[in-house]
């Protein structure tokens, strides 16, 4: 799972349990900025080797919380997850 700046071209955090390259984070900013680059709140990305979904922060910002899935992995309720963890609420109930 990645948060990451579109704007600035990003990752602001980063955390998995699969330890990915260095350039396999860092290439999800692009690929978070390509998919939403319309202004779109989220995207899916099927691939052999996993789900990619990616979900901008409420309010338009430049914020995506892009999360990588294994082959098969259910994919029920990421986007509104993804969403929850996103809001200003959530960071309030972290702190």
């Known amino acids: 799972m990645a948060l990451v ?5 990003t990752v602001l955090a980063w955390d998995g349990a699969v330890k990915l390259p260095q350039e ?3 290439a999800l900013g692009g690929t978070a900025a390509l998919v939403l680059g319309d202004g779109a709140g989220r995207a899916i990305l099927a691939r052999p080797t996993g789900t ?3 979900v901008r922060a ?3 910002t430049s914020e995506v919380l892009c ?3 294994a082959p098969g992995a259910p ?3 990421v986007t509104e997850e993804s969403r929850r ?8 109930e972290m702190a």
């Open 75 to 77: 994919l029920d309720g």
């Open 67 to 69: 999360s990588l899935f």
């Open 24 to 26: 396999e984070i860092d």
């Open 52 to 54: 990619h979904v990616f």
């Open 58 to 60: 409420p309010g338009g």
């Open 85 to 92: 963890v996103l809001s200003p609420d959530a960071a309030e």
């Open 5 to 9: 700046d579109i704007e600035a071209g």
